[in-house]
């Protein structure tokens, strides 16, 4: 399936409407071209994440813009028991993928991610990181207004696996706190940075800062490496399955182009997109 050339052209030509050109963000994941379904084995895994099912001193907040009046978080729904403390996928039996989002770049990209997903009756997983909270506060309020899940992915998003536990703590609980701030809960999810999955030091940090589970993920099309909207939509449709958790990028052209095809094709595959607490349900 390919996407409607004029399609991509009207896309483009609204998006500049809205802003500037994004802003660039820095890669989670493995670069190159590689398969996009990725099926963890022991080998890959750092500690116990599996597919589904199986059975310090924080430094003082400075943020850098005003922060809106805090907005209440919706209630989730209670998660499934057999939930793996690393949720790679959820139940395969079911017509559902969850599309998430690690939560940065040009806020005018954002917005038309937001309002493309919501046309088609989308929700979304958003992993903030702290500092693009810092800088667009109000963000957070749109996201939860839209039905959409909110989460963590560091403050700074730097390579988390590589740091000492104290200050991988600080990393989750700095962005913690700001969520907390400005929606009144931390978020069900936590998502390490520069890195497909949590080691168990992450995991533990993560935990000790109020997360019960990591989200990790099984399809990847790179779009961070922006290689333009037909091929971010081919690569998510060919890999995507029931209970595909689908690692994306806001602050990309090529994934907010992308996006109405890609639920599109997910729709005419009877796959519905929903945020990952739905899906883990």
Known sequence: MTVDRRTVLRSTARLAALGAAAGVTT???DSGDTPVRTDPGPEQSTGTAAPWPSAPATPADSPAAATPSPTVAPSLPPLSPTTPIEVVNGPRDRPQVALTFHGQGDPAL???LLAAAEQHGARLTILAVGVWLDQQPQLARRILDGGHELGNHTQNHLDISRMPAAQARA???QCADRLRR???SIGRWF???SAQYATPMVRAQARLVGYEHCLSYDVD???YTDPGAEVVQRRVLKAAIGGSVIALHMGHRGTVEALPAILTGLAEA???AVTTSQLCA
Request: proline share 10%; glycine share 14%.
């Open 27 to 29: 890669a989670c994941g």
């Open 110 to 112: 954002a917005l038309a």
């Open 171 to 173: 990393e989750v609980q």
């Open 182 to 184: 400005l929606t009144g």
């Open 191 to 193: 998502r390490p940075s």
């Open 221 to 223: 099309p790179r779009d």
């Open 270 to 272: 009877g796959l519905s």
